[in-house]
């Protein structure tokens, strides 16, 4: 029963909304070890002098997003910036773009 639940509320969501939007997925596996990495540096991001004086919302996020990585918030977000109040379904392609990159500039 739940799964149609979720399925008629996607579709009805996406029927309102009439918009569709594609985006470069990366695969994230979320473990103890990437999610440590990401908050450490969303955490460092967020302490910036350029983010952390902006009100938390949309802004201080996308702020936030692109210091930590700015080639993976341009390949997920570049076509469709983020808008208030929405769910940000990109965040775990976000997330593995961030840790695909991070692992090549430690090798």
């Known amino acids: ?15 309102i909304s009439g918009e569709t939007f594609t985006f470069q997925e990366f695969d994230y596996k979320e473990t103890t070890k990437n999610e440590l990495s990401f908050r450490e540096f969303e955490s460092a991001c967020d302490q910036t ?6 009100k938390p919302g949309i802004s201080r996020t996308k702020c936030v997003r692109e ?12 076509f469709n910036e983020l808008e208030e109040g929405e769910i940000d379904v ?13 692992g090549r500039s430690r090798l």
């Open 1 to 15: 029963m739940l799964p149609r639940v979720v399925f008629l509320l996607f579709f009805c969501v996406i029927g």
């Open 49 to 54: 002098n350029r983010c952390s004086g902006l």
């Open 67 to 78: 210091c930590i990585s700015p080639s993976c918030y341009q390949d997920v977000y570049r």
């Open 90 to 102: 990109r965040l775990h392609s976000f997330k593995g773009c961030f840790i695909q990159r991070l």
